[in-house]
């Protein structure tokens, strides 16, 4: 007689095995589409209705999924969204892809895991395995989720089902590295959850790596992220120790980079954006607390890097009294507001930290963004400007905050009467053009 963990490998290596993705988000819809590529019947469950009909339709509101990937897969009854969490009771397999925020106070927010785990729990069944995604502390899998889905549903993890964690890697706008072919973590709460939960992965992905438990992949994902993190806060503290010095610091940082050993370029930037690097290293710092210790390397990045949108704002000031203008009135335009070039992500990008300071201080404030072309933040709404060069030519100040490719440059240096250029977009131009100030 089959035990439920080789029944559920042999649904797995055939592909009968119907699979849920709870959250369409960044993560949760990608990693679908790659299951329903695999020849797996996926569902999509998401509260938002918005984003389950346009699922339905064919169509994608991830950038990074292609809208005609998506119709192909609908129309072949691969792929599948819904808003019924019931639809968990014909599941084998569920992934878990829900956002985990912080709150205000810098403590987790939890809430949309524990939502998803209630949700989850009200359909549990014998021959299940469940993988959480969503980044967050040191175990929380076991601490959270087992209890609800194994004990209190009467289920006994590594027999009956199977729970896992295997943190997300998506860097959106990237085409080199996709949900497809980056590596994988994956840590089991059993032997038997990582060996079932990994044969799942490994159908529809191209490499799984399986590690001892659950803690280690939720803390392999909290050191990708913070050391990338504390190497950017870092850099940041170099460009402010440069501005003290009157050294340019995209030279040295180039010149540093000529050395093909122990070093690794990071760059300054006016603050720290997206899902990932400002949010995940807190959760660990959280944690640590509880235990009585503190992680200084990530506090003391913390605060470099939440600084930098406040330099930004010294750095116009400046520029501004030297053209003999006060930033009070005077008309700012800020060049992208995603959080990095090339994408339409908003998620905790410094522009909005910027614009905000800035209009703080009296400034008249407006910003263009062929990918973004409305802001909603703090109660208030912005629009993008549809004609940058006369946007550009009647601001006083012109602050790059993300370096999209698509801008012309020269044209928007030609044009603006003060650039200010916290990405080094402009490059070897700051030496030479008196209207530009770098960071």
Known sequence: MQTMKENLILKFSNHSANIAVLGLGYVGLPLAVVFAEAGFNVMGIDPDQRKVDTV?????????????????????????????????????????????????????????????????????????????????????????LLPQLGEETGLKVGENFFLAFSPERVDPGRKDWTTLNTPKVMGGITRACGETATTWYKQALQTVVTVSSAEVAEMAKLLENTFRMINIGMVNEMAL????????????????????????????????????????????????????????????????????PRYVVSKVQDALNEAGKPLKGSQILILGVAYKPDIDDLRESPALDVMGLMEKKGAKVSYHDPYIPHVAHDGAERHS???????????????????HSSFDYAEIVEAAKLVVDTRNALGVDRHTNPKIVSL
């Open 385 to 403: 400007v549809t004609e940058l060069i006369p946007a550009v030519s009647q601001a006083d100040c012109v602050v790059i905050i993300t370096n």
């Open 241 to 308: 120790m440069c501005d003290r010095l009157g050294v340019d610091v995209w030279e040295v940082i180039d010149a540093a980079a000529t050395k093909p050993f122990g070093f690794m370029k990071f760059t300054p930037g006016p603050g720290l954006g997206g899902h990932c690097i400002p949010i995940d290293p807190l959760y660990l710092s959280w944690k640590l607390r509880a235990l009585n210790y503190t992680a200084r390397f990530i506090e003391l990045a913390s605060e470099i890097n939440t600084g930098m």
């Open 56 to 144: 339905m339709r064919g169509e994608s509101h991830i950038q990074d999924v292609p809208a005609n990937q998506v119709k192909r897969l609908v129309t072949q009854g691969k792929l599948s969204a819904t808003t019924n969490f019931a639809e968990l009771q014909n599941a084998d397999a569920v992934s878990i892809c829900v956002p985990t925020p912080l709150r205000k106070t810098g403590d987790p927010d939890l809430s949309y895991i524990l939502n998803a785990t209630a949700e989850l729990a009200k359909y549990m069944h014998p021959g299940m395995v469940v993988v959480l995604e969503s980044t967050t502390y040191p175990g929380t899998t076991r601490e959270i």
